[in-house]
Structures are given as structure tokens and as C-alpha cells.
């Protein structure tokens, strides 16, 4: 695989790994959280490029602009025109108004012709400006990129691809030079390079771009709001006839290609292990074995590349390759690549972003090729579960359409809800497993696009028998807990008093009344129940009867009712007995 290869097929793929099934009924998948990731997406130092991270739910990661361009260039205008223009006028008279109602107003100015526009325009404080000042050069570019708008972009809510006159294109091009050439100010000159770059871009005439470029723009000193665009135009022109593995763009590209296998072979691959608890809704289709054989050659692959990409010389961040290509060899369980990887990485000077990546990576195989989760390894583990709080507190929330993004925070979730939960599950420790999950509960507790479920505490009614329960209670009961376990303990959504709630119940599941009173006398949970269970009706109702509406009682009375009808029951065959036994059977 080479360079043009690699880069190209990231592109194209971006197009065609839009997930298919997600129309339907149902709770909306989040974008920035609805597969297994452990690779941050903020990795690459091309912070320009953010709006290309990876999200298969949206046509772009990020599509709201640091700052809306109209704003920025209404605000440019503004102070130009200075007061007492206002920024709204400024922008509704560049945005807004028609250009037949533009090219009146500078006949009437130019030539005193009489002025025909709309209360609207005439009322405009920008108008104003131009009708004391005769900025004729200010307007008259107004003019000129009004014409070339329709050509460039389209309006809002455009479903026909634009029609592009070259002819009509090639004539703005011309006169856009000339009237750069007889501009007087600077301002002008580069606004009117702009546009004729945007033109000729979009005529696909990759060179003149770049020799009007070199031509026009590095002549003009101004530093105006499409400086930076003009620059931009350039770079796209170079880019259809070379690709420079040492630019920025590989980055990006490269964590795409990472998160997007997260999503079709790593996140299916951890859900085939049993345990744990996925914190994200995801659609998914039954018959993804395809996908998921070809994500597998896919990783492997692009485990090689990447590292004969960072060995190469070419790149100018060639820990961020590797780190990739150990994390690549890590999601297929390919420990021993991965600890090869991990000794050149560290030989490699980066920056600290792809360290605490590397520190990460390490951490997952560090877990998964423990053959035992013993308390010994768990003393082990405090050091790194503090670290990843670190990185959660001094994370910065990215808001991101309704959605409030840190990864960290998801980073540690996962570990410690998916990773650890599994890794507890395989040796029968349903007790740690539960506690692992309720870690994962409580490091999401404020997020508003969080589900409302609280997993540990469901997990532990679901999964959980009462021998289960009892040891559970004794590990968060004990009066000397190590290290790790005052930790966890502290950070957790199931604490003892969910335990001792739970406890009752799961005795009342084995029919062992005497035990479930034990644990409902020392329960804090007293919710009454406005319903008597001990009613005999014909069809089954969750609704209260008339008679009930004054009704009340609780766990506790119910499990005593059901001991002393059970002991009644045991009496010698009556008739009464038998007719107990006949109401226990229909309680049950």
C-alpha cells in the first residue's frame, strides 16, 4: 500500500462507510459516542481539520465553523465602513440584498440616476454609508462578488447540483483582473484575488490558481479575513496533482482509519465476549460477518503501513504512526507486535498528546495479558485509573451540535465498564464485575446525553443471585479494604445501601422469606406499594382496583405474609392447607 493509495482510499471510504441502517423507530444513537473507542480523536495537531474526524452518524464530524464567515466578514465591513454602521446592516447589505437593488444604488451615486430600491436597502445604515461617502470601489466589489456567487456555492437548502458556466466563469475571470489591477486599495486587491481564485478553482484550472496565486496574493498586504481562504485555494489546487506524506491531512487521516475500524471490528469483537456492559445505543445489522473478516485483514494491513510510514523518514510525526500501528496490533490481540511497537515508540520524540495515547495502548495489553485480576495487579491498576481522571479534569468539553464531547471521560468509562467488567466476568467475579460497571456509572454521572440508566444498579437486579449479593455486601461492608477497593468504592453508582436494598429481593426470588426480612428490616427502601398482592382477580392488572385506592403496604409486610402463609402451608393436610397452598402457587 503507498501513499496515494492509502490516502485516497480514506477518502473515498469516508463516502460509502455511512451507516445503512439507521432509519427507523427507537432512542438515537449518539454520534461522538456509539462504538467502543480507545483512541482519541483529537490526536492530530491539525486542529483545522476537525470538522474530517471520524463519525459515521453525521455527513461531518464538526459542522458548525469556529465562526460563521458571514458574521466575520460583516464585522470586517463594519469596521471599514466605520460608525454608525451597524454589523447587522452590514451583513443583511453584503448577504441579503439583491444585486439589480445594489447596481441602482451605484448608477444613482455614479451617474444620478433616480434610486429605485426597496425601503428595506434604502434604510440600511451601510446604504447610508455609500450615499454620503460615494465609495464607489467598496461597492462596485460588492457588485462584482455578487456575480460571482451563483457560480461558486450554492444557496441554502439547494438539492440540484450548481450549473457552472465556464464561458460566463472565464469572463468574471477577466474582468476580476482587471479590476485588481486598478484597484487603489490593498483591501480590494486581495478581496478581488479571492474571488477570481474561487472561479477559477471551480473551472478546475489548478494551475492558474496557483501561478495567480504566486501573481496577485503574496503582493497584497492586507490582513483581511479571506487572507487565510485565498491561501486555502492554493493549497487545494496543489493537492489534486501531489500528496505530501509529510502534511498535516495524514494525521487526521490516519485516526480516522483507526476509529472507523474501532467501529466495525473492534467494538463487534469485544461484544462477542460475554460480560461487561455497552454504555451507547448502536444500530446494527444481523449479517456483518463480511464486514467484520474484511476489518480484520484491514487492521493488519494498515498495522504494517503505518509502521513502514513512521520508519520512513517522510513524516513528520512519526509517533503518532507508530502509536497507531501499535493500537492497530492491539485491537486484533496481536500483544507481542504491539510490545515491539511500544518499545521503538518510546524512542521516538513526540508530543505529549500521542505519550498519554501510548500510555493508554499500553494500559489495555497490560490488562488483557494478565492471566488473573489478583489484588496484587489491582494495587497496580490505582496509579493509571488516576492518571485517566487526571486527563478527564483537565479535558475541556467540546460542545458539538447537542452533544458535549470528552473523550477521556468515555475513554475511562469503557475501561473500566467494557475492559476491566469482562476481564472479572471471565473469572466468575460477578461482585468486581458489578462494582466495574458501576465505576463506568459513575464517571458519566452530569452528562446530558447520557441514557438515564444507571447500569451497575441494573446489572446487579438482572445478574446477580443472592450468594452473589452476600459477597458483594461482605467486599463493600469490609473494615479494612485495600488500595484498589477504597478506589472503586468511591467512585461508584452502586454503593452499599443499592446492596442492601437489592438484598431482600434476591431472597425473595429463592422463595427464602426468612432471609428477604432479614435484609428488607435493614433496608432504607421503604416505597409503598399501593396494591394487594394477595387479591384474587381473574385477569392479571397492573392498575389499582376501586378497593385499593386506600391501600398500602411494602416488601417487608409482603415477604412476612408470604413466610407465614408458606409455614401454614406446611401444616398437616387440610382443607384450609390445601387452599393456602392452591394461593401460594397463584402468587408465585
Not at 471599514?80 to 443583511?92: E, I
Not at 496574493?217 to 481562504?229: D, G, R, W
Not at 448502536?282 to 463480511?290: I, L, M, N, P
Not at 426470588?509 to 399501593?530: G, M, Q, V
Amino acid at each position: 500500500m503507498n501513499w496515494k493509495v492509502f490516502i485516497t482510499a480514506c477518502i473515498s471510504s469516508a463516502i460509502i462507510s455511512f451507516p445503512q441502517n439507521i432509519i427507523g423507530c427507537g432512542p438515537d444513537a449518539d454520534p461522538y459516542d456509539y462504538y467502543t473507542s480507545f483512541f482519541h480523536q483529537n490526536l492530530p495537531e491539525a486542529n483545522g481539520y476537525r470538522p474530517f474526524y471520524y463519525t459515521g452518524y453525521n455527513f461531518l464530524y464538526d459542522i458548525n465553523e469556529p465562526a460563521p464567515l458571514t458574521d466575520l466578514l460583516a464585522a470586517e465591513w463594519t469596521a471599514y465602513c466605520t460608525s454608525p454602521v451597524k454589523t447587522a446592516d452590514a451583513k443583511k447589505l453584503v448577504n441579503k440584498f439583491a444585486w439589480k437593488d445594489l447596481n441602482n444604488l451605484y448608477n444613482h451615486i455614479e451617474k444620478n440616476q433616480p434610486l429605485k430600491i426597496p425601503d428595506s436597502v434604502k434604510q440600511n445604515s451601510m446604504t447610508d454609508y455609500f450615499m454620503r461617502t460615494r465609495d464607489l470601489e467598496a461597492l462596485g466589489y460588492i457588485l462584482y462578488a455578487k456575480q460571482v456567487e451563483p457560480y461558486v456555492t450554492g444557496g441554502d437548502g439547494d438539492w440540484e447540483v450548481i450549473k457552472r458556466d465556464s464561458i460566463k466563469m472565464d469572463r468574471l475571470i477577466k474582468n476580476g483582473r482587471q479590476l485588481y489591477t486598478v484597484a487603489k486599495k490593498d483591501l480590494f486587491k486581495q478581496k478581488y484575488v479571492y474571488q477570481v481564485l474561487r472561479l477559477a478553482h471551480y473551472s478546475e484550472r489548478y494551475t492558474d490558481v496557483i501561478n495567480w496565486y504566486d501573481a496577485y496574493a503574496s503582493k497584497t498586504m492586507a490582513n483581511t479575513v479571506l487572507q487565510p481562504m485565498t491561501l486555502a485555494l492554493k493549497a487545494g489546487a496543489l493537492f489534486r496533482y501531489r500528496l505530501n506524506p509529510a502534511g498535516e491531512v495524514l494525521e487526521v487521516l490516519v485516526t480516522r482509519e483507526i476509529n472507523k475500524l474501532e467501529e466495525k471490528y473492534f467494538t463487534p469483537a469485544l461484544l462477542k465476549e460475554k460480560g461487561g456492559k455497552p454504555f451507547y445505543f448502536v444500530w446494527t445489522d444481523a449479517d456483518t460477518d463480511s464486514i467484520y473478516t474484511d476489518a480484520e485483514k484491514e487492521i493488519k494491513e494498515l498495522s504494517v503501513f503505518l509502521h513502514d510510514a513512521a520508519q520512513s523518514g517522510k513524516v513528520n510525526n512519526a509517533g503518532l504512526l507508530e502509536t497507531a500501528a501499535g493500537y492497530a496490533a492491539y485491537m486484533i490481540k496481536d500483544y507481542a507486535k504491539r510490545r515491539k511497537i511500544y518499545c521503538r515508540c518510546r524512542k521516538i520524540t513526540t508530543y505529549q498528546k500521542v505519550k498519554d495515547q501510548l500510555a493508554l495502548t499500553n494500559l489495555l495489553i497490560t490488562i488483557n495479558e494478565k492471566d488473573r485480576i489478583d489484588a496484587a495487579f489491582e494495587e497496580q491498576l490505582v496509579p493509571s485509573l488516576q492518571w485517566l481522571e487526571e486527563k478527564i479534569q483537565a479535558e475541556k468539553p467540546v460542545t458539538l451540535d447537542y452533544h458535549k464531547v470528552q473523550q477521556w471521560r468515555t475513554i475511562y468509562r469503557n475501561l473500566v465498564g467494557e475492559i476491566l467488567a469482562k476481564r472479572y466476568h471471565q473469572q466468575g467475579d460477578l461482585a468486581k464485575e458489578t462494582l466495574a460497571i458501576g465505576a463506568a456509572d459513575w464517571v458519566m454521572k452530569g452528562k446530558s446525553e447520557y441514557y438515564g440508566t444507571m447500569n451497575g444498579i441494573e446489572f446487579l437486579r438482572n445478574n446477580l443471585v443472592s450468594k452473589d449479593v452476600e459477597k458483594l455486601y461482605a467486599l463493600l461492608d469490609n473494615k479494612q479494604p485495600s488500595t484498589f477497593e477504597s478506589y472503586i468504592f468511591a467512585r461508584n453508582a452502586v454503593t452499599k445501601k443499592e446492596v442492601i436494598d437489592f438484598a431482600g429481593t434476591s431472597y425473595l426470588r429463592e422463595y427464602d422469606y426468612s432471609k428477604a426480612i432479614e435484609w428488607f428490616k435493614r433496608s432504607a427502601d421503604k416505597k409503598a406499594i399501593h396494591k394487594d398482592p394477595f387479591t384474587d382477580i381473574l385477569y392479571d392488572r397492573e392498575e389499582q382496583l376501586p378497593v385499593e385506592k386506600k391501600y398500602s403496604t411494602g416488601k417487608l409486610a409482603f415477604a412476612t405474609e408470604m413466610m407465614k402463609l408458606e409455614q401454614q402451608a406446611k401444616q398437616p393436610a387440610t382443607l384450609q392447607g390445601l387452599i393456602i397452598k392452591w394461593h401460594l402457587a397463584c402468587i408465585i
